[in-house]
């Protein structure tokens, strides 16, 4: 029957739509309709998927009527990041460019400026797709995730938000507010690098990095990877070996092998086959690893 | 080499008449449109690959409101949507609403409501009963005995003939001494594939349909011809033809796709009479996608070569995987040859073609009709024959092209005539000088991480269908003109602009004849009632044929002018002259040699009118008298990055033979485009099947389906496009066509480069960069 079903032109689905004017009337909302209510950021995840019939929400809580969520701003412990902050905002923020390059570098590859100007940081990362393209650079910053409900706000780092197979630690009834990124160590470099088969195609694998370097060697190091695991992930091994060591090329291959070994993409994932993946998440670990130590070393 | 005339209008770069309307937005498609109680429309599809329908209740539809349509209540007929040939070359399996889906997507009911939301969930409440039957993805096994057939009986002409094994159609042609294939030198025999690409036009097939109180239906559709939408509205359902209205409307790209008539407007035609009310339908994306796709080709090529470079004959054998109908699947096979044996000259060649029916969506024309499958699989050949003997590739392709005063037959054996005018030569020594061909090192064996590697691709493709004798393919067209009282002309055909520019191609063909800028010339937009016929805009035919048709009419009104001119003036008709003057903003007739003795345009308009002479007009039917090709050639520089394998491109020279040149910026387009297409073919795009399910493996989204975007081919800097100084003597002011020669030899111009950089030969397509790995590790490690 899906045929007939599923198409990304009619929205044929009835619900009732709200535009709340604040973060309690949100959560009020969110709390009272449950499962049957979805949060409308940009709506370039939500929408098609409506439309797809993937989910077919009784309720829509559009949040942009609540400006403070866009906030792109300093804060004593480093950058804060609202949810509603739009892709293009960030990828052509004054600050973001300054501070965080990485971000505004994955935030470019996302879609097209049209995708761009609607799509938000917290819609991309609430989506829990496992190729979100600003997953694996919050994650290489070991950025926070702020959450608030009735109960009020909590945080947790970015790693224990992705719970693997397209989902997020999200409750009924929250919401996320904004991403907190801590100051990043002295005159470290990051880069970041994607693959698909087009400039506007979702990344078959994309990878994040940020490296400081102390006396030539590696100090600090982290690597993100998406869409070669059933959720974003961290490099851990691969960042363990490189610390303390000269970025040779016998370091970088002990390191891209390591990164063969954890990341984990399936079978049934049609764009590209398991080998693929794994293949190009090397040359891209490497690749991400030896531009963040050029621009460290600049 | 020619000398041209010198042109006025004529290859300079003007404005487009609809440009203005087309970038502000402004511009009016068929889903653009919408007329007071109008309904929306949505088609019901199979959602197995090869299943009877052997029940279906439309009764909560209709309970909610919805007017529905299932099969038993359209005429009882079989058809062919696509009516370019004669009808003894036409098979006939198509009907409006299938009482069997024979792929996932086909129409087999349909709704139309007040909205398309409500539209939609009519739609979803249909209940329909099933008998599943066995299917086939592929045309080896649907070849295979016992396999189920897809149709059992259709018709060729009104002939019922039995399928056997699947085939719908075949065709043999032998031609020359086999002694010579024989006794060549060197022989390659191998297998190709090409892929199955979606045209990805940018607007979805739609139409809308309002019934008329005579009994009558006016159309406005996606099509590339208004002509043949009334012919077959006719055929199926019986309305005399003059109560046929089928008016043009902007065509939002189609790329062969709409030679046919849609789906989507034999529907809503059964959906308007129905209901008596006017009936929009367009495609989701979805369902576009689960339409149409080119042709997928299986060759079978065995290509001999003598150790003196020249070729000794060849052999193929093509089976196109056509899917679950026929829309022009004999013609084609017609064609394959007909590209095959036109690119060189080949003293034996032996072809088989069958066309062989799958449970997938129906293949049509797509940019090329089987020329760039054809073309790739010749030149990646031809290159790899170069190899064996020892000689250059382009050296190679120099001794061995077909060309001036040569037997030209593209368009398929019984479309055959003589070359007039050929830039093969040009093309391919221009564009080596260019990159410098010659003195380039041979790609080493490369083993870094990104290896270059460079390549040639050539082709032609035909400028229409229609030889100087009748064959089994209608090529014809017509226009009329006629000059207005203030001196500017309004000009009316039939023939579709699929958004190339081809009635400013027109427009300016009637400036240059009747001596008046473009602006003078106004494209009216009409239909069936007021035009004469024009058979499609298809086949690059539309500056050729169409442009000679404008040329003609240009021609007749001219000879009127003269005429009433000549009373004006007390001079000889014959003997006037005539000049653009600047200042009056008017085109002058003036009798040689008298001062004074002259009358602009508008007062031969205005004198005619006050006099009662009448108006200067014409209106006319042409047939082009050949069917001349046009040529182009591509060399490609490519870099492979071989650990993701993906491949860039880092410079493109064109080539192309077009004859004159009429608007040089929007032929370069031509090129840019076919370039674009051709770099999509080669690298990314196909439609895979999903055998458990009998659907698309992207599921019919188009996000899943990827085609190149401006980033991602190469700065305009470094491509290069050139025209050949050439002058085709049957054509309008020595033009031919260009649209899909702009394409034909891309494919094969990559794969050469991506094989001089890896020293790797691919025989399928895409060459994705997943494959690229793959084979880098078979040969590599
Ligand atoms: C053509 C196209 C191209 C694209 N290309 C890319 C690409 O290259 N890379 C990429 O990563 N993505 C891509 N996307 C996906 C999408 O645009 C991004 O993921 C975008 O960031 C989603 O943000 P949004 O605001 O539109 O989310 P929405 O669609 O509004 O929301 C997405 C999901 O998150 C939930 N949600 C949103 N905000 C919150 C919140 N604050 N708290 C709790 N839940 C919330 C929603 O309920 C929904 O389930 C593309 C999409 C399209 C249509």
Same mark, same amino acid.
């Given at each position: ?298 | ?124 409440? #249909?209940? $329909?009963?099933?008998?599943? *039957? %066995?299917? +086939? !993805? ?105 109560? #046929?209205? $089928?008016?043009?409307?902007? *065509? %939002?790209? +189609? !790329? ?113 009709? %089987? ?411």
């Amino acid at each position: 029957m899906y045929v007939n079903k599923v198409n990304t032109h009619i929205l044929p689905i009835e619900f009732e739509y709200h535009a709340p004017k604040s973060l309690d009337e949100t959560v009020e909302l969110l709390e009272k309709y449950g499962e049957d209510a979805h949060v409308l950021a940009g709506g370039t995840d939500l929408l098609p998927h409506m439309k797809q019939r993937r989910v077919e929400p009784k309720h829509i809580v559009n949040i942009k009527g609540i400006p403070e969520l866009a906030c792109i701003k300093e804060i004593p412990e480093g950058i804060h990041i609202g949810a509603l902050a739009k892709l293009r905002a960030i990828e052509l923020s004054p600050l973001i460019n300054e501070k965080l390059p990485l971000l505004s570098e994955a935030a470019r590859s996302v879609g097209s400026i049209q995708i761009r100007n609607l799509g938000t940081i917290g819609g991309n990362i609430c989506n829990a797709s496992p190729s979100a393209d600003m997953a694996t650079p919050l994650m290489a910053v070991d950025a926070k995730v702020h959450v608030y409900s009735k109960s009020g706000e909590k945080n947790y780092p970015i790693v224990e938000f992705f719970h693997g197979r397209g989902e997020v630690r999200l409750e009924q009834g929250e919401l996320v507010t904004g991403f907190t990124v801590p100051h990043l160590p002295e005159g470290a470099g990051s880069a970041f690098e994607k693959i698909g088969w087009t400039t506007l195609d979702i990344a078959t694998v994309n990878v994040a990095a940020v490296v400081s370097l102390k006396d030539g060697k590696i100090d600090h190091c982290s690597i993100a990877l998406g869409a070669c695991s059933p959720a974003p992930i961290r490099g851990v091994l691969a960042e363990e070996i490189l610390r303390g060591r000269e970025p040779s090329a016998e370091a970088m291959d002990e390191a891209v092998e390591l990164i063969a070994t954890c990341v984990e993409p399936r079978e049934r994932w049609r764009r590209a086959p398991p080998e693929y993946r794994q293949r190009t998440s090397k040359a891209l670990a490497r690749d991400a690893v030896t531009r963040a130590v050029e621009a460290a070393r600049r | 080499m020619s000398s041209k005339p010198a042109f006025k209008v004529l290859g300079k770069d003007t404005p487009r008449q609809d440009g203005v309307a087309k970038v502000t937005g402004r511009e009016i498609f068929a889903s653009d449109m919408a007329f007071p109680n109008m309904l929306y429309g949505r088609i019901l599809k199979s959602p197995y690959a090869h299943a009877k329908v052997k029940s279906m209740d439309v009764s909560k539809a209709e309970a909610m409101g919805a007017v529905t349509l299932t099969p038993g209540e359209i005429p009882d007929i079989k058809y062919c949507p696509r009516l370019v040939s004669v009808p003894s070359s036409t098979y006939k399996d198509w009907k409006v609403l299938a009482e069997k889906g024979h792929y996932v997507g086909e129409p087999i009911g349909a709704v139309a409501a007040e909205s398309e939301e409500e539209a939609q969930r009519a739609l979803e409440s #249909i209940e $329909v009963d099933y008998e599943v *039957l %066995g299917a +086939s !993805f592929d045309a080896f096994d649907s070849m295979k005995l016992g396999a189920d057939l897809i149709h059992e009986q259709i018709y060729l002409e009104d002939d019922l003939i039995d399928v056997k094994n699947n085939i719908g159609c075949q065709l043999e042609i032998t031609e020359g001494d086999p002694a010579s294939l024989e006794a060549a030198d060197y022989v390659i025999e191998r297998t190709y594939r090409t892929n199955r690409r979606y045209h990805n036009q940018l607007e979805t097939k739609s139409v809308l349909v309002r019934p008329e109180p005579d009994g009558g239906v006016s159309i406005w559709s996606t099509t590339q011809t208004i002509h043949n939408t009334r012919l077959l509205i006719h055929d199926i359902y019986g309305i005399p033809m003059g109560k #046929i209205r $089928v008016y043009k409307v902007a *065509l %939002g790209g +189609s !790329f062969g796709s709409s030679i046919h008539v849609n789906p989507p407007v034999t529907v809503a035609v059964g959906l308007a009479l129905k209901s008596r009310r006017p009936v929009k339908l367009c495609y989701t994306r979805e369902e576009d996608i689960r339409d149409h796709c080119a042709y997928q080709i299986i060759f079978k090529l065995k290509l001999g070569a003598f150790k003196d470079g020249t070729l000794a004959g060849g052999q193929m054998e093509a089976y196109l995987d056509i899917g679950a109908h026929q829309i022009q699947a004999y013609p084609l096979l017609g064609c394959v040859v007909g590209w095959w044996v036109s690119l060189y000259r080949l003293p034996y060649k032996e072809y088989v073609g069958k066309a062989v029916y799958t449970n997938k969506v129906p293949c049509c024309a797509f940019r090329g009709y %089987g020329n760039p499958q054809t073309t790739w699989v010749v030149e990646t050949m031809m290159d790899e024959l170069a190899g064996m003997i020892g000689v250059d590739p382009l050296d190679f392709r120099l001794k061995n092209f077909i060309g001036e005063g040569e037997l030209f037959w593209g368009q398929g054996p019984t479309v055959k005539s003589i070359i007039r005018s050929c830039g093969v030569e040009e093309i391919l020594t221009k564009g080596a000088e260019m990159v410098d061909w010659y003195n380039r090192l041979k790609p080493e064996e490369q083993t870094g991480r990104y290896r270059k590697g460079w390549g040639v691709g050539r082709g032609f493709h035909t400028s229409s269908a229609g030889a100087p004798v009748p064959s089994s393919i209608i090529d014809f067209g017509g226009a009329m003109l006629k000059m207005n009282e203030d001196g500017t002309f309004d000009y009316v055909s039939a023939l579709m602009d699929h958004g190339c520019g081809t009635q400013d191609a027109h427009a300016k063909i009637i400036a240059e004849e009747l001596c008046v800028p473009v602006d003078k010339v106004n494209i009216i937009r009409a239909d069936t009632g007021t035009t004469v016929y024009d058979v499609c805009t298809h086949a690059s035919r539309g500056v050729y044929s169409g442009g000679g048709a404008a040329l003609k009419v240009a021609g007749k009104v001219k000879e009127q002018i003269r005429e009433f001119a000549g009373r004006i003036l007390d001079a000889y008709p014959h003997a006037v002259r005539i000049r653009y003057d600047e200042a009056r903003g008017q085109a002058v007739v003036y009798a040689e040699g008298i001062e004074g003795r002259e009358v602009t345009y508008r007062d031969v308009a205005e004198t005619a009118r006050q006099k009662n002479w009448g108006t200067a007009a014409s209106v006319e039917s042409y047939r082009q008298p050949s069917c001349p090709p046009h040529f182009t050639g591509y060399f490609v520089d490519v870099e492979v990055d071989t650990w993701t394998g993906k491949v860039k491109l880092l410079r493109v020279v064109a080539g192309a033979d077009i004859g004159t040149v009429i608007n040089p910026k929007l032929a370069a387009g031509q090129v840019h485009g076919g370039f674009a297409q051709g770099w999509g073919m080669t690298v990314l795009e196909d439609t895979p099947y999903d055998p458990e399910s009998g659907d698309l493996m992207n599921g019919g989204s188009v996000a899943n389906y990827k085609v190149p975007t401006t980033c991602d081919l190469l700065d305009l800097e470094d491509l290069t496009v050139f025209f050949a100084d050439t002058y085709e003597p049957t054509g309008p002011f020595g033009a031919k066509g260009l649209g899909e020669g702009a394409l034909n030899p891309v494919a094969g111009a990559i794969a050469n480069a991506i094989q001089s950089a890896l020293g790797v030969r691919f025989f399928q397509l895409p060459i994705t960069p997943i494959r690229i790995l793959e084979a880098l590790k078979e040969k590599e490690g």
